[in-house]
């Protein structure tokens, strides 16, 4: 069964061009309930650990480089099929291939600095909301703590 809980970032680009009110309402447009909601900056150690998965491809390192450039926003969104839903609204990873409307069309200024992250999985979706937030930092829509998400959906 698909899952009802994704995990997001506004990346550094969209958050130094000013960005991250139009994307917060973009995706509240896309009926989209804010669960969790953070404003950090990772350091080297922490964006290499949250890109392992890249580690071997050639971009790794600008990659990190980037994530740690400046402040991010990260946030765990609740809706019927998240995951999927989600990665439609954000459009392809590349700018120039992103569907008209999306969000990397609207934002994004290159394939690295693409603007937005969407997880790929309810499962990478749970790991990624984990590895930013706590038990009690994301809420159900009573307002109740989300103990697991996996569970949740
Ligand atoms: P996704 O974010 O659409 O799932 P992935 O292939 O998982 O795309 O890549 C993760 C992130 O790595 C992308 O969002 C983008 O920021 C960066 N990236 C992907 N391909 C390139 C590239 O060719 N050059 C620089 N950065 C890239």
Redesign the pocket.
Known sequence: MKGNYTFTII?PCAVQSGHIGAILGDIADAGFRVAALKFVRLNKKEAQEF?K??EE???YG??VD?MTSGPIVVAVLEKEGAVEGF?SL?G???PKEAAPDTIRAKYAE?????AI??S?SDDNAKIEASFFFSRNEIFNSEGGFVENLNAAQ
């Open positions: 990346k890109y998965i890249h491809r050639p971009f600008e990659l980037f990665r954000i392809s990873t590349n290159s394939i690295g600095r693409n992250h969407g790929d």
